[in-house]
């Protein structure tokens, strides 16, 4: 059985850097092409996206992690079941940019790590 929707104030999506500019350029982000194929775009709340960087960016740099209002997404976002059964956001459509409300260069630190922005004060969770 999912559990609740998390009450985190945002919510999280990794992109390859050069994507991330591309949107800047275009006025809007469609996602990645993993995303594409998906029919939705990936998001994490804040006690999920360390391990989804583990899981699916494992090992990749120059990266950018958005850190998006869901209030500003409407209806487009829904949370859904996923990874063993925990509850993820999935914005059905494209991310409108005055949604993002900054974002981070996501490096590779030790061990190949992904070195999040300390003042956000992630932890490892679902």
């Given at each position: 059985m999912p559990t609740a929707i998390p009450e985190d104030a945002a919510i999280y999506h990794i992109c390859r850097a050069d994507e991330w500019r591309a949107a800047q350029s275009e006025g809007r982000y469609g996602g990645s092409s993993q995303d594409a194929a998906d029919g939705f775009i990936h998001f994490s709340g804040a006690g999920q996206v360390v391990?989804?960087?583990?899981?699916?960016?494992?090992?990749?740099?120059?990266?950018?992690?958005?850190?998006?209002?869901?209030?500003?997404?409407?209806?487009?976002?829904?949370?859904?079941?996923?990874?063993?059964?925990?509850?993820?956001?999935?914005?059905?459509?494209d991310l409108p940019l005055t949604a993002v409300i900054a974002a981070y260069d996501l490096s590779l630190g030790a061990g190949g790590r992904h070195r999040f922005p300390p003042e956000l004060n992630l932890v490892e969770g679902d």
């Open positions: 391990k989804s960087a583990a899981k699916h960016r494992a090992g990749q740099d120059d990266l950018v992690l958005l850190r998006v209002d869901p209030d500003r997404l409407g209806p487009a976002l829904k949370w859904e079941a996923s990874r063993g059964g925990k509850l993820f956001p999935h914005l059905y459509g």
